[in-house]
């Protein structure tokens, strides 16, 4: 497999903070309109497509 490379490191590091739940403040402060992370996933279900 190897080294990642810069380009793909920094690519995973945003996906892996994009895939935290939504914070409770904001939902409290939508009044529940927007109750959920639509960009979250699961490592068994969805894969990433990233390419070198």
Do not use: C, F
Request: net charge positive.
């Amino acid at each position: 497999m190897g080294k990642k490379t810069l380009r793909k490191k920094m690519r995973l590091g945003r996906k892996l903070k994009q895939n935290g739940r939504m914070p409770v403040l904001a939902v409290l402060k939508t009044h529940r309109r927007i109750q959920y992370n639509k960009k979250q996933r699961d490592w068994r279900r969805r894969k990433l497509r990233i390419s070198e």
